[in-house]
Structures are given as C-alpha cells and as structure tokens.
C-alpha cells in the first residue's frame, strides 16, 4: 500500500508528526512501519501531550521501591514483602461493548502486575456513567458491572472496593479505570528492561487474532457518530486462559531464566517489544512467521498492531528455552521464539524471509512528540449568595432522605455483591466501607486501598478539586486505620487540543503534586486517559486516585459501623459551613455554581496521623470521613452499617442546621469512642490542636436530631439501599 499524508492521518497522525517520521527514517515509511509509529506515537501510550506536566508529580519515597516508568508501581511494607499496584482506563472500549471492553480492562491490568512478578491480591474499580434518565445508561452499567465481575471472579481475585457515579458529562463517554494489587517478595521483582545480546525473545499465552487492531489508536481519539464502526477494535477476552497464563508466568518467575518481561497491552507486540529493547538500549529482531496466530493470512500489520489479550512477551537466558516450553506446555499454553535482542538499536521485522519493517527504536520512543500545548488557567468561581433565610422553610429529615437515595450517595450493593469479594480468604473489609482490606497471607499486616474521584470539584476549580482527591483518598485509608504510603492515578480529561481542557488537567495535576507531597503521598504508577468526549462535547474532569496504606496488625483495623450503646460521636476537623458546590446546592438548591471547599493541607495531615495514633492506641471503635452529603450523611451510613441509632445533641448557637449537617468542608471524619475514654482522646486532640466537637451518643434503632426530630433506621436504609436496586429491575 502507498504510504502518503492522506493514510497517515488516517492513522490518527498530525501532517508535521508524519513529516517528522519521513525525516527521522530519511524515507517514506511503509504500511507496517506507519503502523506502528501510529501505535507508539498516540496519545494513548506516548503521553505526547501530558508528559511535561507529569514529571512535576512527587515520584519518591521511603517506601517506594518502583515509581512511574514501569509496568506499574511497587512500594515496601515490611519483612522482605512488597505491594505491587496500578490503575488503568478503557472507557473508550466500554463505551462501545460494555462488557469485553470492561472485562479487558480488568484483564489488562492484572498482567501489569503478575508481569512484574506479583500474585493479584485484590483488584478496586471506578466507573462513571451518564445521567439515570439517559437512555443508555442502564444498559452500559450493567455491561460494565457483568465484565469486571465476570472476568475478576474467574481470575480467583477478590475486587474489594470501588466507586460509581452518575454525572450528565458521561452520556456520550464513561468511564471504566480498573486498579490491580499484587503481593510479591521484594527478591523477585521482574521488570521490562532488556539485557544481553542475541537473547531469545519469547512470545507466550493465547494465540493472535485480528481483534483489537488500532485499540490503542482509538482510545486517543474523540467519539463521533461512526461509533459502531469501531468495534472491531475492541479486544476480547478469556479469564480461564489468563489464570493459566498468570501461574505459568509466576512459575517460570520462581527460577532464574527471565531477564525481562512485559505484558502485551495497548499496542500489543509492537509497543512490548519497542519498550522492552527502549530501556535496555537494545535493538530486537522478530521474525512474525514465528508468531503464533488463529487467523489465517494475517499480514505483518496486523500482527504487531493486534490487541489480542493474554499475552506476553519475554525475553530469557539463553539455554533456558526448554526449560520454559516445558512449563507453558504443561499450563497449554502457546510458546514460540521469535527473536533475539541485537546491538542494532532497530526494531527489524521478517516475514516470509523479508525485511518488513526496520525503524530506529530512538524514533519511536525518544524522538516521539512531547507537546506544550496551550491551556487556560481556571478562576476561582465567586462564593454564590444564598439566601439562608430559605434554610429555614427546609426540614432536615426531608433533605437527609433525598440526599441517602441520591444515586451518587446511595448503596451500591447491587453492583458490589456481583464481585466475589472474598475468595483467597484473605478480605477483612468487604466493599461498602472508605476502603477495602485484604490480610497478607499468613501475616497479621493488611493492605488497604480506596479509589476515589471528585469530579465536581474538579470542574468548579480543577486547582482546588486535584488537592481535594488526594486528601479524600488519605482520609478514606486513615479512616481504617492504615498508614497512608501511596497513590496511583487515572487522569480522564477530554479533548487536550481544547485550551480549557488542557487547563483543567494541568491545573488538576498541579493540586495532585501538592497534596501527593505535603501528605508524603507519592505517585508511584497511572495512567492518562484523554479525548473523553464525543464530537466537541467533553467530560467532566475527572482524576480518579487509587491509595494504598499499610496496617501493621490487621485486629486493630476500624470499620465505619456503630458499634455499642452509650457510646460517644465526635466530629474530628472543623465545621465552617462551606454549602456551594456540595451535593445538598445540586440537588436541594439546583445551584451549580460556586468554588469547592477549601482544602487545609496542615489540618488534612494533622487531623489523619491524629486519629492514626488514636487507632493505634485502640481508643476509637468506628471512625468514617465526612465528604459527599456533610455530616448528617456520614453520621446516616455509620448508624445504617451499626444497626443502631443517635442522639445528636450540636452546640447551640454554632451556625445554621442545613450549613452544619450538610456542609462538605473537607479534612473532617466522625469517629466513636467509649465514655471512659472521652477525657484521654480530647485531651490527646487538644494537645495536637485537633478541632474536635461531641456530637451526641449511640442509641438504639433511631436517629434524633436536637430532641424533636425522628426518624427509624430502618427508614434510613431504605431510603439509602433501594434506589440502584430498584432502578436496575
């Protein structure tokens, strides 16, 4: 086929970036080699457009062990044992087939981890979907929900938290990011750097097929209303074959015959193979008749551009081979030598005994586009003048029952309880509470981790809502118990070719670096996931945060549920009031206006190692964040998950009830204690200048607001359990 401007862009390339290869190669690339400079050249696996702003992220730490730049990040949590970790996109598939598109996602970021030489211990989601009222939100929900359950159970991996939200911005594009932990001893961490020459280059696991051919093209281009063309483009996927192929992988990994390996994800064989010799600064040599295929006549292009899933590529010792074959032979899986690494610097393709592609590995990595594109920086919106004498005509249980069944606050069991969360035995927190926690097999320490996103705030002040995100993760693995280590993140923005876009994103990652390195919260992996619209119509900006934290002895692990009569409620962290861009203005008010809350780093910090102190000396019997909905909400879900009810008794004469109750100030949680201990853990905050206030007492089945207002649990929790159920019927 003759390569010109016109295929170029057809392959998603800009006339200066085809210009540029031309210039590179010194000659007109052929279809092959234009193939793959559109592979490794889009937004998708070259982050041309993000990377100048990536590196200004906090990378290190005392216990990072990995940061960005591999597969995926690893950090130490003691006695020679590490956790492996990531979080990935594939909305763009999940938009167009719903359950292969999700299902691949979990797939794919499982083989990030187990390449690094990790067991997967626990994969977390964030989806994000369109308006309820949209029709076809219901359908793209169950799709999605069916594909990660679907290909997480049959993997034998418990998926122990995640997050769900609805937002009118999603209607032509969600959001799947799916997070992976793996547990491995931190002598046998595997990475993709190549080494050695004349090494063989082994291709392992399923068979390559036609499906996925430009998956990671499309996943750098904006929808339009050819949208059911690109299924083609969506990978399909087998979780019996990657169980086979994760015990294959991990009992080679036991040996001493990997040099490197990488997983064939985005880009398949071509960006594995590229990568792989890129680090190294090798050259790599395939001969593609050696590739084993399940379609016939399949040309060199599709080949490398395929996303067949479950498959890796490795490069061992040399003598090693049999030794390998033997092992993937006895899992049935497919094994091939189909190259060897050379000092030429070159990817060189063969097929059919002819040179077919031969291009500079420099080019396709170091010399790729890196973009400083323009972008528009955000004001702080103006605080919204709100008439407070209308607080006055509300009723607090009226906007408390309508802000439970909000769908953004409301139980997601229905999704939940279609993911096996508790196989392997090791889950100690199911999902439901701030974050999910799996025991380290045979140990008395825990992992815990959350997944989070903001995008209102985000929206309202992309700055503001980057920090926010951050500190909601802190505060969601503080209110467990766990010692915050660090993140990984998902960036989904829209068009970066748009100056607002790109400024909500450069503005967001901003926030993120800041409170990632006040709080000592590195980012150790992610991924950034960009042309998140549909014509010139983009998402909400929408940084999801996946955090990891560590609790030394898994029986001093909280949990959100009240747990015995006559206790005492505190609120940790001060109430300002603070209502515009809360849930109660969306949804009470319809008032969409107004900056976020104001984020205190000190205060977020101070506040957290406080209650991780007070945890640790076993004074707090249920502790959970205060963040969508204020206080009333977070005090609702504690006494729904407890079965038991409150007494609120609030200080006279503080501010209004509706600011109070349903204010979203940040940097705040809730906690429990026993009267015996009230005089210890307030003189413990007020040493630690701590804002704290008592908020009344545990009771039984009822809440009672200042002696006059009741109302049942049992009403509460149908006002908080039955919207998703009944909207899914």
């Known amino acids: 086929m003759l390569v010109n401007e016109k295929v170029a862009e057809e392959h ?28 490794m050249w889009n937004e998708h696996c070259s982050y041309k457009s993000s990377k100048i702003h990536l590196k200004k992220l906090p990378t290190k730490g005392e216990r990072v062990i990995q940061g960005p730049g591999e597969n995926a990040g690893v950090i130490d949590i003691d006695d020679g044992d ?45 989806i994000h979907f369109g308006s309820p009222q949209h029709k076809k939100t219901k359908n793209l929900l169950r799709g999605v929900v069916h594909g990660i359950g679907g290909y997480g159970n049959c993997m034998g991996v418990p998926t122990i938290a995640g997050q769900t939200s609805f937002d009118s ?61 690109k299924k083609p483009t969506v990978q399909v996927g087998d979780p019996f074959t990657e169980k086979l192929l994760l015990e294959a992988c991990l009992e080679l990994m036991s040996g001493d015959s990997i040099i490197a390996i990488q997983d064939m994800g985005a880009a398949g064989l071509t960006s594995s193979s590229i990568e792989m010799a890129s680090k190294g600064n090798l050259g790599i040599e395939i001969n593609l008749n050696e590739v084993p295929c399940r379609e016939t006549k399949m040309t060199p292009y599709e080949i490398m551009l395929s996303e067949s899933q479950e498959r890796m590529l490795i490069v061992l010792e040399n003598g090693k081979e049999e030794l390998a074959k033997k092992i993937f032979d006895k899992w049935n899986l497919d094994f091939a030598v189909i190259g060897k690494t050379t000092n030429s610097k070159n990817i060189e393709l063969f097929f059919e005994g002819n040179q077919v592609a031969n291009i500079p590995i420099n080019t396709l990595v170091e010399n790729s586009p890196m973009y400083d594109r323009k972008w528009k920086k955000s004001k702080l919106p103006k605080k919204n003048k709100i008439q407070k004498d209308t607080f006055n005509e509300l009723k607090i249980l009226d906007v408390l029952k309508k802000l439970l069944s909000n769908q953004n606050v409301c139980s997601k069991e229905w999704i939940w309880q279609q993911y096996d969360h508790t196989v392997m035995g090791d889950t100690i927190q199911k999902p439901g509470g701030d974050s999910g926690v799996v025991r380290v097999h045979g140990t008395e320490k825990a992992i815990a981790a959350s997944v989070d996103s903001s995008a209102v705030y985000c929206w309202a002040h992309p700055l503001t809502g980057g920090k926010q995100v951050v500190a909601e993760s802190w505060r969601n693995l503080v209110s467990v118990g766990a010692t915050p280590i660090a993140i990984t993140n998902c960036l989904n923005f829209g068009s970066p070719e748009n100056k607002e876009n790109m400024g909500e994103f450069v503005e967001c990652v901003e926030g993120i670096g800041e409170a990632s390195k006040y709080l000592n919260f590195p980012v150790v992996s992610g991924n950034v996931s960009f042309y998140n619209q549909t014509k010139e119509i983009g998402i909400k900006p929408t940084p999801a945060i996946g955090g990891v934290g560590l609790i030394k002895n898994y029986k001093k692990m909280v949990t959100m549920d009240f747990k015995e009569v006559d206790n005492l409620v505190l609120s940790i962290g001060k109430t300002e009031g603070h209502i515009d861009q809360s849930l109660f203005a969306r949804v009470i008010l319809d008032e969409k206006n107004g900056p976020p809350p104001e984020i205190n780093l000190f205060n977020e910090k101070n506040n957290g190692e406080s209650l991780l102190n007070l945890i640790e000396k076993g004074l707090i019997k249920s502790a959970h964040d205060v963040s969508l909905g204020g206080i009333i909400t977070a005090i609702s879900k504690m006494c729904i998950k407890g079965n038991k009810g409150i007494e609120i008794r609030k200080k006279k004469n503080l501010m209004n009830n509706i600011e109070f109750f349903f204010s979203e100030d940040q940097g705040r949680y809730i906690i429990e204690i026993k009267q015996k201990d009230l005089k210890e853990v307030t003189n413990y905050l007020n040493k630690n200048s701590v804002h704290h206030e008592q908020l009344g007492v545990i009771i039984e089945k009822e809440m009672i607001i200042d002696k006059k207002t009741k109302v049942t649990i049992d009403e509460l929790k149908s006002y908080y359990t039955n919207w998703l159920k009944n909207y899914m019927i």
């Not at 007109?28 to 559109?38: A, H, K």
């Not at 491995?184 to 392992?204: D, E, H, Q, R, T």
């Open 12 to 39: 998603g390339l800009k006339k200066d970036e085809y210009k540029k290869i031309c210039e590179l190669l010194k000659r007109i690339p052929n279809i092959t080699e234009l193939g793959i400079f559109s592979a």
């Open 169 to 229: 911005s999603y209607n032509g594009n969600i959001l799947v990011n799916a997070m992976t932990l793996g547990l491995v001893k931190k002598n046998k961490i595997f990475f993709s750097k190549a080494a050695g020459l004349n090494k063989p280059v082994i291709y392992v696991g399923s068979k390559t097929g036609r499906d996925g051919i430009h998956g990671a093209s499309m996943a750098s281009a904006s929808f339009d209303e050819k949208i059911e063309e």
């Open 82 to 126: 590490a956790i492996v970790f990531k979080i990935e996109s594939h909305n763009h598939p999940s938009f167009i087939e719903p359950y292969q598109g999700a299902a691949t996602g979990v797939g794919g970021i499982m083989r990030d981890v187990f390449t690094m030489g990790a067991r997967p211990i626990a994969n977390l989601n964030s």
